[in-house]
Structures are given as C-alpha cells and as structure tokens.
C-alpha cells in the first residue's frame, strides 16, 4: 500500500503521535483534524467560534495544498464542537470558505477538544493529479 505523510511548516505541528495528513496512493489526502493553533507560535488564535473557524480552516488549506489538494477539492469534512449552539456562526465562516459546491459534511458536539478550543475540523481530498 502507497501512502505519503504529510506535514508542513504552514500549519501547526502535530501535538501528539499523528501526522498532518496521509496521502493514499496518490489519489487521496485525508487530513488530521485542525484546531485553531498558530503554526510559528503553537498558540490558540481568537477567543470566539468565528475567529477559530476561520484559523481551523486557513491551517486545513494549508495541509491540503502540502498534500497536492485543495479546498475545492475536499470531499468530506467532519466538523467538531465545544457548543453546538454555536454551529450558526462556524457554519457562516465555513459558508466562506466552501461556497462553491461544499463537500459532504457532518458536525457534532464533543465534550472537549485539545487545548479547550472551540472547533476542530478534519477532511478528506481528492488529490488534484496530471
């Protein structure tokens, strides 16, 4: 089995034993989930749901292209909150960023995510190919 791991300077890190994401023969990127980390700093960027969201998914961007995809080229996304009674304003933000034929998505609350943030978002990507 081909896989490539994927990781890049322009997102956050990995705080665990995970990478970035994995490329799977060339056609697939499935993408670790992305909190609102500063990828030079390590730190929690914003304190509200919005300002997060749109950090999650500037670093999603950033694991995508590494990986030879894009955002265009997502398929699925599963989106993880703190509060569910926030989805309205993460899904505004998303709205900007997947506006054209937005991928599958399915969204849920969890009782805590890494470093208390707000919202942490995963992907899969169909890899963009010659």
């Not at 705080?15 to 670790?32: E, F, H, R, S, V």
């Not at 926030?86 to 998303?94: D, L, R």
Request: charged content about 20%; hydrophobic content about 40%; aromatic content about 6%.
């Amino acid at each position: 089995m081909k896989r490539n791991i994927i990781n890049t300077q322009n997102a956050p890190a990995p705080i665990g034993p995970y990478n970035q994401g994995i490329q799977c023969k060339g056609w697939m990127l499935y993408t670790a989930g992305q909190i609102p980390l500063d990828a030079k700093s390590g730190e929690v960027v914003g304190s509200d749901i919005q300002s997060q969201t749109r950090k999650v998914l500037e670093n999603l961007k950033a694991v995508l292209e590494a990986g030879g995809a894009t955002l265009e080229s997502v398929v699925k996304t599963t989106v993880y909150l703190k509060d569910m009674g926030e989805f309205a304003q993460m899904n505004e933000v998303y709205g900007e960023f997947f506006h054209n034929n937005p991928p599958a998505r399915t969204a849920f609350q969890v009782g805590q995510l890494p470093k208390d943030v707000k919202v942490e978002i995963e992907a899969i990507a169909l890899v963009e190919r010659d």
